[in-house]
């Protein structure tokens, strides 16, 4: 079983940033994918960004590549994701997300995780 909390959501101005953080409990295997989701009203849950678990592989969605960075915390219980740039567009609810298998290319896809937090608001103006 694992616990998922996200912090660090608000409210910016476009061109500004924030960084998420995601605290994670529980059995986190070596491997597998820790990812950042976001759905906005009406629309699709979308894959942000996602990191394996004891190493550096990255993938991010195309929209977001060069502006957002993911990367663990203190250790592998800890997802961050830095968000510069940050535009409208971006306003969203942002899940962090783990999943049970190894991360491969497909670590964007919502399908493949399992547990989920229970989001973190982020709202930009223009």
């Known amino acids: 079983q694992v616990q998922l909390v996200e912090s660090g959501g608000g409210s910016v101005q476009a061109g500004g940033s924030l960084r998420l953080s995601c605290a994670a409990s529980g059995n986190i295997w070596q491997g597998n994918c820790m990812g950042w989701f976001r759905q906005a009203p009406g629309k699709e849950r979308e894959g942000v960004a996602a990191i394996a678990t004891g190493g550096g592989v990255t993938y991010y969605a195309d929209s977001v590549k060069g502006r957002f960075i993911i990367s663990h915390g203190n250790d592998d219980t800890e997802v961050l994701l830095q968000m510069n740039i940050l535009q409208p567009d971006d306003t969203a609810m942002y899940y962090c997300?783990?999943?049970?298998?190894?991360?491969?290319?497909?670590?964007?896809?919502?399908?493949?995780?399992?547990?989920w937090g229970q989001g973190t608001q982020v709202t930009v103006s223009s």
């Open positions: 997300a783990a999943a049970l298998s190894l991360c491969t290319r497909t670590g964007l896809l919502p399908s493949r995780y399992t547990y």
